[in-house]
């Protein structure tokens, strides 16, 4: 049966507006700077996302920056049928480009909180007399297991179901891969004409060793990605503090920073546990072929943290907004 092609896309992560590419509608109380290539090869989220690129495809090393910007504001998008959430944003987006201008394209999204792609846009990555969507179900599959494969490592950890959607100006493809035991898929992918549009939605099960769910909460509902570095046995030990207390905290409005330092405990403490922790199992992910090997130091990947992890410990959570 072929899908309705909605005008947006089921996804936790936003993917805001640029002149390269479409984006899901939102109410926008954003601030877009354009970039320069030298910007982006000094910018800590810039390098970084540069890093990852050229390490998943050494080819766009030699490929053009030619479009790069920072957007931040909030962004008001549905709860629930009655009501609206706000939601800050901070994403770094940089368009690269085969030299000529005519040739292979992606473009690269990331969130400058988290330091995580959350979305990838590839053109022209076939030739033009035989674009991506002539090719078979199966051949396009493979192509789209390779740029998630290539991005975030382990594609066979999913469950795929591939839907033609109702759109009668192109065809057009979307690709779900969710966990098991998920609801909602973990990436979705649209695929059209020579294009490949993939978003990392989130849409997880909680992790097995989250002891209380709602430590980190946006909206009001649960971010396991984040619930689960503060499920941390070692930050537990260094407040004197159980899961459940924990929560009961953060639920008063207070951040993770500020329980800390009614304890006489500074934040560089608290975010030490916290980074090794993660750090720890980065470094066994990467051991077992889980994830593809970064090559940097315990040092690096330290430094490298404080961009994920100190919003984290300074988060606050709210509730939502209702409009």
Sequence with gaps: MKKRLIGGIVAAAI????????APPLIEMITRKP????????????????EKLYSAFPETRSFEIIAASNAQGDVLQPADSTGLSQMKVNQTSIILQEKGGSGKKIAVHTNGISGEIEHVDQENWEPKEKPLITLTDQEIKAKVDRLIDKMYGNVKAYEF????????????LM???TIKGSESPFFQVFVHDNAINLTRVGGEPAPSHIKVE??????????????????????????????????????KGK?????AASKNISKQQVYEVIANTQIEK????EQNGVVPKSNRSKEQMMK????????????????PQKK
């Design 255 to 259: 951040s993770v920073a500020d329980i």
């Design 214 to 251: 709602g430590l980190f909460t946006r909206d009001g509902k649960p971010d396991y990605a984040y619930d689960s570095i503060l499920n941390d046995d070692k930050l537990f030990s260094l407040l004197k503090i159980s899961p459940t207390e924990l929560k009961e905290e953060l639920a």
């Design 15 to 22: 993917l805001v507006p640029t002149a390269g590419f479409a």
């Design 35 to 50: 970039m320069t290539a030298e910007q982006v090869k000094v910018d800590e989220v810039g390098k970084a996302t540069l």
């Design 175 to 177: 690709l779900n891969y």
């Design 161 to 172: 179901a591939m839907e033609q959607m109702e759109n009668p100006n192109q065809k057009t």
């Design 304 to 319: 490298d943290g404080e961009l994920k992890f100190l919003p984290i410990i300074e988060h606050k959570n709210e509730t």
């Design 282 to 285: 980065q470094l066994e992910a």
